[in-house]
């Protein structure tokens, strides 16, 4: 789903825990990160030893050779040398999934966090739970997206912010289920 705010991505998941009686949230960007990862130390999660620059459209939806022939308005633009097949957003799962079985880690759309958006990490919290503030006007996005000029974006530490009403062709989201306690 593109196109939704932070508030938007907050009430679909109320909605869910609601209509299915189990609890549902956003991930914590840390959470966020530790499965986006799946077990890897590079910049992707793919390749992590040599972070080959063509691996990412195996990987990824990305601004590549494809976006730069389908929209021409944007030439001048930096691409990634490869073809990922998509110069928009791709259907789920149209790339290969990370070691943990993920999908569009990477790429495709940027991804609303729990988190409030936080200028560094001094402060973070160290047990992997989303980082609030009192006044949240902006959540952390996570990602990367297929409309990104500035190439690593696609990288698993990058991340970014939102404000939370905005919403955008570059912006999805996707749930954590929480588990029951009995």
């Known amino acids: 789903m593109v196109c939704v705010g932070g508030d938007d991505a907050q009430a679909y998941v109320k909605w869910l825990t609601k209509k299915t009686c189990h609890l549902y949230r956003l ?18 999660y793919w390749d992590a030893d040599t972070d080959n620059p063509a691996d990412v ?18 030439a001048n633009w930096s691409n990634h040398a490869c073809r990922d ?15 943990y079985g993920l999908y569009d880690m990477s790429g495709n759309v940027w991804e609303w966090g729990e988190d409030c958006w936080h200028d ?12 609030k503030a009192e006044n949240c006007s902006a959540r952390v996005l996570r990602g990367g ?12 530490t990058t991340h ?18 929480i588990a029951d306690a009995n």
């Open 27 to 44: 991930p914590s960007e840390s959470e966020w990160e530790y499965a986006a990862r799946a077990g890897t130390t590079g910049a992707h």
């Open 57 to 74: 459209c195996k990987y990824a939806n990305v601004v590549d050779i494809t976006f730069k022939t389908r929209i021409p308005l944007v």
């Open 85 to 99: 097949k998509a110069a928009w957003t791709a259907p789920v799962a149209s790339y290969a999934p990370n070691a």
């Open 120 to 131: 560094s990490f001094l402060g973070a919290p160290a047990n992997g739970t989303a980082w």
């Open 145 to 156: 997206g297929w409309g990104d000029t500035m190439l690593g974006t696609e990288r698993v």
């Open 160 to 177: 970014g912010n939102g404000g939370l009403v905005e919403r955008s062709v570059f912006t999805g989201f996707r749930v954590v289920r």
